[in-house]
């Protein structure tokens, strides 16, 4: 885990847009949102590098990922709510994955394989429900019926 996820978030004034080359991430629903220099972000391990799942781990949000990131599950599906021209797209084995997905949207991506490739203002949505619910070493996930 880098050094972002043992400090709390910072601020980010969410009434402007980011700065240029600032790339700024929102996670919902718990609203976090984090802002670095497009290229600066360590790679972490987690996913592709500058995956949500990458940009997640680096800041200390949770995102299940059952399968490390390898795209062998569909434990860190998204739904990505703004930013989709700013990244990669979904290759033949997310595609073949996320078939698999519970709650498919036209906007679901898998967390470990949707690459930002640009600076920007993206929001993805963690959904409420997850298949892996208590992950050694991480919280459960809270459902609200």
Same mark, same amino acid.
């Given at each position: 885990?880098?050094?972002?996820?043992?400090?709390?978030?910072?601020?980010?004034d969410?009434?402007?847009?980011?700065?240029e080359?600032?790339? @700024?991430?929102?996670?919902?629903?718990? #609203?976090?949102? $984090?802002?670095?220099?497009?290229?600066?972000?360590?790679? &972490?391990?987690?996913?592709?590098?500058?995956?949500?799942?990458? *940009?997640?781990?680096?800041?200390?949000?949770?995102? &299940?990922?059952?399968?490390?990131?390898?795209?062998?599950?569909?434990?860190?599906?998204?739904? =990505?709510?703004? /930013?989709?021209?700013?990244?990669?797209?979904?290759?033949?084995?997310?595609?073949?994955?996320?078939?698999?997905?519970?709650? =498919?949207?036209? #906007?679901? @991506?898998?967390?470990?394989?949707? *690459?930002?490739?640009?600076?920007?203002?993206?929001?993805a949505?963690?959904?409420?429900? #997850?298949? #892996?619910? $208590?992950?050694? /070493?991480?919280?459960?996930?809270?459902?609200?019926?």
């Amino acid at each position: 885990m880098s050094e972002h996820a043992q400090n709390p978030l910072p601020e980010v004034d969410l009434s402007k847009p980011p700065a240029e080359n600032l790339v @700024r991430v929102t996670f919902q629903p718990e #609203n976090k949102t $984090v802002e670095f220099p497009f290229g600066s972000l360590p790679y &972490d391990g987690h996913g592709q590098p500058m995956s949500f799942l990458d *940009v997640a781990e680096n800041y200390g949000i949770f995102l &299940d990922h059952a399968c490390g990131g390898v795209s062998a599950c569909t434990t860190c599906h998204i739904f =990505l709510k703004e /930013g989709e021209k700013g990244v990669s797209e979904a290759e033949d084995l997310e595609l073949d994955r996320l078939d698999l997905a519970p709650g =498919l949207q036209l #906007n679901s @991506r898998l967390g470990c394989q949707c *690459v930002i490739e640009k600076p920007g203002a993206y929001v993805a949505e963690i959904p409420a429900w #997850n298949k #892996n619910y $208590v992950q050694e /070493g991480k919280p459960a996930a809270v459902v609200k019926s």
